[in-house]
């Protein structure tokens, strides 16, 4: 009889969602590996309990061993491949397909696009443009460092997401809070990036490598909320109004990155600022971007399927070209707003906003009575927006307006 054919997906969080639509319509059983059954995942239809693995997303040696068990448990299941988008797991995916001798990167470049220390170390080497850094060990060095590379920089964990334990540092005060908070949030490398702070605007950029060729899917606008020590991102735009020429050089610098790391398969995406007038690489991964911007907002700008296609590529199926070719281009943005922290007390003009032209979602992350805390970084904010208008005035200026003057979050 033969055996059910699986994806092996790693976290069970609010960006892996469309994953399971995806997997299922591919006639594949979906398994999730997350700390928590009641992961949001766990709402899709295409969801079994029975093939859920509870672990720690990056402990890859646990969670193979669970994988293990869990196949000797359902034996008329076969995992064709392992896979993620919008969580930083990179290693742990890398480890458990080598570990079941599936299609995937090598450890050791899945390693490096985890580690934003030993990322740093390899673009350095090969003369990739990115912000020049220091690597801080104890808080004694860190001061030092910072002078050498001169203040405003940037305190980073070696190995989080979502902004998680980032600050903007502007004096020798500042670093007193800076680096137990991103210690706090690096794991289990608890060693500090620092790097300058460059002036410019910010991009995310997706691209599929296939066969030893880098195709392009697709860049972003990002903007952030203007606060003095924390990169806040409140919302994001495709298609990019950079011009051709810019973006292409971004292309270009992105697949330089993945070969000097040694991505040969699967998504890639990159962070790039525009820094003096030349695109340096912030940071890369090897995934498809969060921000609901891959899931959501470049099928609704392109008419393109980038999950549908990494799945593929992570089962060892052959590209469909068909996925990640434009087929129309329309103008859509990821976006939020941002109530005063507090206890959440009323929620106004929900329901209008899920009716308004031009919203495709509405993902509230807090319900009345909840706590909103400092925005400090991403994971903090308390609602996604997603819209699409024909035009970037459209979008802009009518349908992004209207959708912030109609949601109110009050909080006391």
């Known amino acids: 009889m033969p055996k059910t054919k699986a994806l092996l997906i790693v976290g069970g969080g609010i960006l892996q969602y469309p994953t399971l639509t995806e997997a299922h319509k591919l006639g594949l059983k979906s398994i999730i590996i997350d700390e928590h059954l009641n992961c949001y995942c766990s709402k899709s239809k295409f969801f079994d309990k029975k093939y859920f693995i509870c672990g720690y997303k990056k402990d890859p040696e646990g969670i193979a061993d669970r994988v293990k068990k869990f196949l000797r448990k359902n034996k008329e299941i076969k995992i064709a491949g392992v896979y993620t988008q919008g969580t930083d797991v990179e290693f742990t995916v890398a480890y458990l397909a080598e570990a079941l001798r599936l299609p995937g990167i090598k450890t050791q470049s899945a390693f490096a696009c985890n580690n ?116 806040i991102q409140c919302s994001s735009i495709t298609p990019s109004l950079l011009p051709a020429e810019t973006q292409s050089e971004m292309y270009q610098l992105m697949e330089k990155a993945a070969k000097v790391l040694g991505v040969d398969r699967g998504a890639f995406k990159g962070d790039l600022i525009i820094h003096k007038g030349k695109p340096k690489i912030l ?36 590209l469909d070209f068909t996925d990640i070719i434009p087929k129309w281009v329309k103008y859509s943005s990821t976006f939020t707003i941002f109530p005063k922290p507090g206890i959440v007390k009323e929620i106004k003009g929900l329901k209008e906003l899920r009716k308004m032209e031009g919203i495709k979602q509405v993902f509230m992350m807090v319900r009345k009575g909840s706590r909103i805390e400092d925005y400090k970084h991403c994971a903090n904010r308390v609602v996604h927006i997603i819209a699409v208008g024909d035009t970037y005035t459209e979008l802009r200026f009518y349908i992004m307006r209207d959708a912030k003057a109609t949601l109110k979050i009050i909080t006391q």
């Open 116 to 231: 934003k220390i030993r990322m740093h170390q390899l673009f350095e080497k090969a003369n990739i443009p990115t912000a020049k850094y220091r690597i801080v060990n104890i808080y004694s060095e860190l001061v030092d460092k910072a002078q050498q590379l001169g203040f405003p920089c940037v305190v980073k964990p070696s190995n989080n997401c979502a902004s998680r334990g980032v600050s903007i540092v502007r004096d020798e005060r500042e670093t007193e809070l800076a680096f137990p908070q991103a210690q706090w949030y690096g794991f289990p490398d608890k060693r500090i990036l620092l790097e300058e702070f460059l002036e410019g605007d910010e991009y995310s950029i997706d691209t599929i490598i296939y066969n030893g060729k880098l195709y392009p899917c697709g860049i972003s606008d990002r903007q952030f909320l203007k606060k003095d020590n924390y990169a």
């Open 283 to 318: 940071e890369v991964t090897a995934r498809l971007s969060g921000g609901f911007d891959s899931q959501y907002r470049k099928p609704y700008s392109f008419g393109v399927n980038l999950i549908k296609a990494t799945i593929d590529i992570a089962v060892g199926n052959p």
